[in-house]
């Protein structure tokens, strides 16, 4: 058998040690005394089952167990930041066919914390301004109600996106995690098409702090149509640079999307839908991070079974108190006059 204590085994020792002081102290006649003479002696079963319930708590907060089973593969040493684009352009319906770039992200970056399961994430999402839309967390249902919620900018409302608008917030955010847990390696998975629309030069991502990572890439060199909002049936935006009423195109920038990736020190790859999630995953951290498919020896646990007695004896108590009460409330029966 082996334990996994959740807290430092000195402090379960004191604690142990203190409860069955306390326990042993209220079974001693100096103990009877201190609670009164007069006190019933079966008022002292109540105080057992409260003392055994603690110890039980305690025992199980040692996580006893043993080997056994088979245990899912998990990096959880680890921050991962996910940066996506979420400009007009996302809304190009030129992945996997006719889905829009912004649903191929949400797949891919499901597939990533499906695979990084037990890492913290990050989402910061740019379009004209960059937005921390949800901070560290292991929680994995945060992160896919975040995505799923995510909807391309509006178009009336675009006024240019830097496909680095992002790096400012990013820096910061990657800082603080540093500082906090200095040595942890922080990922970075920047999804997007690389299509720059804002009137100022792209600044240069820092790779300061990134331990590794990739740049995602979504889009066409045909490229495809946007839809003006969400809305199945709304309209396709309108290319206002001629005098034609022809639909507007938006096309993929590699060239861009590969010097962001040289820049942040993480490899390049190009998303269309049919590639696997290993192949986003396959250099994302040389040396750092290991993917494996295969399953690894698990372990048994027992402190729930330790957890469900403590719990069963802590009943003892309510109910006493329950039974007292309606003893109370109960009337007494009058006894039949001769």
Not at 137 to 161: F, I, V
Not at 234 to 249: E, I, T
Request: hydrophobic share 45%.
């Amino acid at each position: 058998m082996t334990f996994a204590p959740i807290i430092p085994w000195p402090l379960l020792v004191l604690a142990i040690v203190a409860v069955l002081a306390l326990t042993v102290l209220a079974f001693t006649p100096w103990g009877r005394v201190r609670r009164g003479r007069s006190q019933p002696q079966r008022s002292m079963r109540p105080a057992a089952f409260r003392c055994a319930a603690v110890v039980l708590l305690l025992l199980a907060a040692m996580r006893p167990g043993w080997a056994g089973g088979q245990a899912q593969t998990a990096a959880s040493d680890m921050d991962v930041f996910f940066v996506v684009d979420t400009s007009t352009s996302m809304a190009a319906e030129d992945y996997n066919g006719t889905q829009t770039r912004l649903a191929g992200a949400t797949q891919d970056v499901m597939a990533i914390a499906k695979e990084l399961a037990g890492a913290k994430f990050a989402l910061i999402t740019f379009d004209n301004k960059a937005n921390l839309r949800m901070p560290l967390t292991r929680d994995a249902t945060a992160l896919q109600t975040a995505m799923t919620t995510l909807q391309p900018q509006n178009a009336r409302y675009a006024t240019g996106s830097s496909v680095t608008g992002a790096s400012q917030l990013l820096k910061e955010k990657l800082a603080t995690a540093t500082e906090q847990h200095p040595g942890r390696p922080a990922l970075v998975f920047y999804a997007g098409d690389g299509e720059n629309t804002s009137a100022e030069r792209p600044s240069a991502m820092d790779a300061a702090n990134v331990a590794g990572g990739a740049v995602l890439g979504y889009g066409t060199i045909q490229g495809g149509r946007m839809k003006e909002t969400s809305d199945t049936d709304a309209g396709y935006l309108k290319d206002r640079s001629s005098d034609s009423a022809r639909d507007a195109v938006s096309r993929i920038d590699e060239g861009q999307l590969r010097t962001i990736a040289d820049q942040l020190h993480v490899p390049y790859t190009l998303r269309n839908g049919t590639g696997a999630t290993s192949d986003m995953l396959g250099k994302a951290q040389p040396g750092a991070l290991t993917i494996t498919d295969g399953d690894t020896p698990g372990r048994i646990e027992l402190y729930w079974l330790l957890a469900m007695v403590a719990f069963l004896l802590a009943l003892h108590e309510p109910l006493r108190h329950l039974a007292a009460l309606i003893n109370l409330r109960t009337p007494a029966r009058k006894e039949p006059s001769p």
